[in-house]
């Protein structure tokens, strides 16, 4: 089997949520590839000088993944993916983020020419793939985000309480601050509501938020960053899933809170709509609208039948994303 180089910030040992690297290269391990992964030195031009160091000084690698992001880490990827091409090892991106065509957009004909010469563009989602299409990478692969399903057991939700959970970084971008607001509209309907939100602090927003909630007068629950086997226990306390994100791709938590069976509301923003029919595995709600969400999760109370369906729906959904299902596409294209 081949020895694979794997690149990207692997820094849940510092309390981030775990990424891309975190997931799949252990799944690609058990498969038999022979995988080391760089980096986990938390401080950003650090972190790049030893992903390029690694290039340079671990040649025995037949090929490197490289995941790839719309942020400033972004030029973690292309530098690595240069020095890759000036030593002839065959490198392969991984396209996260739903903010990707608009970072191309403003990327000159060298840079977009960096991705051209990869053996491969891995697109999570057709959004994306559709998005990337007039960059003229003719060597995109659709190969979706995996899960392990024997994680996540299924809980089938029909007569609802208005119990809310939210799991996400907290970072603008996922606008967590509007479950302040969808909080306050709810109480009016169902003085029993409760909202938990479950994430690590990304941009000062957790703070904010916390210190907004308590002058509100607010009882909401912040668990802060939780294992996966923590969060996933978690949920059972809980009969909905919110996703109140601005920017989207194909956000591994929602495919996670449909295989524990949450009827899911999200935004239906990015990739979201190639996710989630709505009112056939979710709900669909615009943007920045606390409102149309509120009224999306009295629905789902007032309609225990639909609560029912979208659960069950959810499940199906989650399980086309099970490894046993997508391991076969990364074994075609790894070789």
């Known amino acids: 089997m081949?020895?694979?180089?794997?690149l990207g910030n692997k820094l849940e040992k510092h309390g981030f949520s775990p990424t891309s690297i975190d997931t799949l290269l252990p799944l690609l391990a058990a498969e038999g590839y022979t995988v080391e992964s760089v980096s986990s030195v938390k401080?950003?031009?650090?972190?790049?000088?030893?992903?390029?160091?690694?290039?340079?000084?671990?040649?025995?690698?037949?090929?490197?993944?490289?995941?790839?992001?719309?942020?400033?880490?972004?030029?973690?990827?292309?530098?690595?993916?240069?020095?890759?091409?000036?030593?002839?090892?065959?490198?392969?991106?991984?396209?996260?983020?739903?903010?990707?065509?608009?970072?191309?957009?403003?990327?000159?004909?060298?840079i977009l020419n960096v991705f051209r010469n990869a053996k491969a563009n891995v697109v999570p989602?057709?959004?994306?793939?559709?998005?990337?299409?007039?960059?003229?990478?003719?060597?995109?692969?659709?190969?979706?985000?995996?899960?392990d399903l024997?994680?996540?057991?299924?809980?089938?939700?029909?007569?609802?309480?208005p119990g809310i959970l939210w799991v996400r970084a907290f970072n603008k971008i996922y606008n967590p601050q509007i479950v302040l607001e969808i909080f306050d509209e709810l109480l009016k309907f169902y003085p029993d509501a409760e909202v938990c939100m479950v994430g690590p602090e990304k941009d000062g927003s957790l703070e904010k938020i916390k210190q907004i909630s308590e002058d509100r007068n607010l009882n909401i629950r912040f668990k802060g960053k939780l294992t996966k086997?923590?969060?996933?226990?978690?949920?059972?306390?809980?009969?909905?899933?919110?996703?109140?994100?601005?920017?989207?791709?194909t956000p591994v938590s929602v495919i996670e809170a449909m295989a524990?069976?949450?009827?899911?509301?999200?935004?239906?923003?990015?990739?979201?709509?190639?996710?989630?029919?709505?009112?056939?595995?979710?709900?669909?709600?615009?943007?920045?609208d606390s409102r149309e969400m509120v009224n999306a999760i009295k629905k789902l109370l007032e309609h225990p039948k639909l609560a029912e369906k979208?659960?069950?729906?959810?499940r199906l959904t989650a399980e086309k994303f099970d490894w046993t299902d997508v391991k076969q596409a990364w074994i075609e294209l790894l070789g």
């Open 2 to 6: 081949k020895k694979i180089l794997y």
């Open 43 to 110: 401080n950003k031009p650090l972190r790049l000088l030893h992903m390029l160091s690694q290039v340079i000084l671990k040649r025995n690698f037949d090929l490197v993944l490289i995941d790839t992001y719309s942020t400033s880490n972004f030029w973690y990827a292309v530098l690595s993916a240069k020095l890759c091409r000036l030593f002839r090892t065959p490198y392969i991106f991984i396209l996260h983020g739903g903010n990707l065509e608009e970072r191309f957009n403003n990327s000159s004909e060298g």
């Open 125 to 147: 989602s057709n959004f994306l793939k559709d998005k990337l299409q007039k960059f003229q990478f003719r060597n995109m692969v659709f190969i979706p985000n995996s899960i």
């Open 150 to 161: 024997s994680f996540y057991n299924f809980k089938e939700r029909r007569s609802l309480k």
């Open 229 to 249: 086997p923590e969060w996933t226990k978690l949920s059972k306390e809980y009969d909905i899933f919110i996703n109140t994100t601005l920017i989207d791709n």
């Open 260 to 288: 524990l069976g949450l009827p899911v509301v999200s935004t239906n923003v990015g990739g979201i709509p190639y996710l989630i029919s709505d009112e056939e595995n979710g709900l669909l709600v615009k943007p920045q």
């Open 310 to 314: 979208l659960s069950y729906k959810g």
